[in-house]
């Protein structure tokens, strides 16, 4: 609720109209953010900052890139928008924390060191595979799906466009988010490799595809709503296999607790 609340502040009118359709997609931001913080080994400032960055990039500014590149935004209804998401992740991240951050003590996972080389080649075969998985996955919905060709028409971006956003933009950003969540939780490689995805699925395509806006018409949203919920799943999964790190040793730290204190009766 006060996510809606907020939204409309901001001027966005709407939020009241599909008051239930935002809920449901809040509860999904609000449940990956939430295990996120309590398996993250991190507390304080820097997990706001690591949930502020996971939300606004995945959430707000990969999304809106690339709704600007295919003119379903325009220019000020994309930087609109950017700020919104900022303002709404800057707001909301350390809510978050506040609400789901319940340890005292934390557990330092030390990661083994890699060389250059190694991280080198591990991006650079993420960053292609990504723009792979982008492709196919397009190239999918439009064979399924075609009335979305009728959506696109005149709107597809040139290839250069399409291609470099996704190499040297959405694809970093993905990976940089990827890396910031296998440093920073405390669970084993494989609930790392399923909340990347997931993350990446539901805050980075389902969950904002839920409530009904006047840029998708509902087809254009469900159809997307597969086609990314499946690819980013997939893609966060190959992520985390590919660029995990052997962890060398657990340091108990504490920090204060940052959760609202519980009361004995």
Same mark, same amino acid.
Request: proline content about 3%; cysteine-free.
């Given at each position: 609720?006060?996510?809606?609340?907020?939204? +409309?502040?901001?001027?966005?009118? #709407?939020?009241?109209? =599909?008051?239930?359709?935002?809920? $449901?997609?809040?509860?999904?931001?609000?449940?990956?953010?939430?295990?996120?913080?309590?398996?993250?080994?991190?507390?304080?400032?820097?997990?706001?900052?690591?949930? !502020?960055?996971?939300?606004? $990039?995945?959430?707000? !500014?990969?999304?809106?890139?690339?709704?600007?590149?295919? =003119?379903?935004?325009?220019?000020?209804?994309?930087?609109?928008?950017?700020?919104?998401?900022?303002?709404?992740?800057?707001?909301?991240?350390?809510?978050?924390?506040?609400?789901?951050?319940?340890?005292?003590?934390?557990?330092?996972?030390?990661?083994?060191?890699?060389?250059?080389?190694?991280?080198?080649?591990?991006?650079?075969?993420?960053?292609? $595979?990504?723009? $792979?998985?982008?492709?196919?996955?397009?190239?999918?919905?439009?064979?399924?799906?075609?009335?979305?060709?009728? !959506?696109?028409?005149?709107?597809?971006?040139?290839?250069?466009?399409?291609? =470099?956003?996704?190499?040297?933009?959405?694809?970093?950003i993905f990976i940089s988010?990827?890396?910031? +969540?296998?440093?920073?939780?405390?669970?084993?490689?494989?609930?790392?490799?399923?909340?990347?995805?997931?993350?990446?699925?539901?805050?980075?395509?389902?969950?904002?595809?839920?409530?009904? =806006?006047?840029? +998708?018409?509902?087809?254009?949203?469900l159809g997307h709503g597969?086609?990314?919920?499946?690819?980013?799943?997939?893609?966060?999964?190959?992520?985390?296999?590919?660029?995990?790190?052997? #962890?060398?040793?657990?340091?108990?730290?504490? #920090?204060?607790?940052?959760?609202?204190? #519980?009361?004995?009766?």
């Amino acid at each position: 609720m006060l996510y809606m609340l907020f939204n +409309m502040l901001l001027g966005q009118t #709407s939020a009241i109209d =599909n008051l239930l359709w935002g809920v $449901l997609s809040n509860y999904l931001v609000a449940f990956l953010l939430g295990y996120y913080i309590m398996s993250s080994s991190l507390g304080g400032i820097r997990l706001s900052i690591s949930v !502020f960055l996971i939300y606004f $990039l995945i959430g707000h !500014f990969n999304i809106l890139i690339e709704a600007y590149i295919f =003119n379903v935004s325009s220019r000020q209804e994309t930087a609109l928008e950017i700020i919104r998401g900022f303002l709404i992740s800057v707001t909301f991240a350390p809510l978050y924390v506040y609400i789901f951050r319940t340890k005292i003590v934390q557990e330092a996972v030390i990661f083994s060191k890699r060389s250059f080389i190694g991280w080198f080649w591990r991006i650079l075969v993420a960053d292609i $595979l990504y723009l $792979l998985l982008y492709i196919i996955a397009g190239l999918v919905l439009t064979i399924v799906y075609p009335q979305l060709l009728q !959506f696109y028409e005149g709107k597809i971006p040139p290839f250069d466009v399409l291609i =470099n956003t996704q190499l040297f933009i959405r694809g970093f950003i993905f990976i940089s988010i990827a890396l910031l +969540m296998l440093q920073t939780l405390n669970i084993s490689v494989v609930k790392k490799a399923i909340l990347i995805g997931l993350t990446f699925a539901i805050l980075g395509g389902i969950a904002p595809l839920i409530p009904p =806006n006047d840029l +998708m018409p509902a087809y254009v949203r469900l159809g997307h709503g597969f086609e990314v919920g499946i690819s980013n799943f997939i893609y966060g999964i190959l992520l985390a296999i590919l660029l995990r790190s052997k #962890s060398i040793q657990k340091i108990e730290i504490h #920090s204060e607790l940052i959760s609202a204190p #519980s009361s004995n009766v």
